[in-house]
């Protein structure tokens, strides 16, 4: 999906995106690597598929958050929301942005869930 897909593929880029809660930690961890490194192509065909789902507006945040003046603040404020799904698309978002300020990827790797600190380590990592 990550190097295939395109703008005409929104229903199976959602089908990837929702692996994210999926109960195989490996295919988690999958789903999320290939979130925080999906095209904004790909990422606006999973939105235009989802729609106003929690998934399809969480999406449709992460395609704003590099513009976004606040991104660090906003990320930050996600990855201590109680939705696990939130939290997931906020590590998400703290890799995209971490090219410019990796203080949210910190807090990431400090958290209690351990796909989301296991992922941000790695990421500090690179």
Known sequence: VHSSAGSEDGR???????LLEDV????RRAALYF???????????AVAHLGDSKIGLLLRWLLCVPE???????VMKRLDS???????VAVAAATRI?????????RAAAS???DISLFASRELAR
């Open 82 to 88: 109680d939705d696990r799904l939130v939290r997931l």
């Open 112 to 114: 209690g869930d351990d």
């Open 98 to 106: 971490a090219d410019r300020n990796r203080l949210a990827l910190g």
């Open 68 to 74: 976004s003046d606040n991104a660090v603040s906003d």
């Open 12 to 18: 199976i880029i959602g089908k990837a995106v929702g």
């Open 24 to 27: 195989d930690i490996a295919v």
């Open 35 to 45: 979130l925080a490194r999906a095209s904004g192509v790909q990422l606006s065909a």
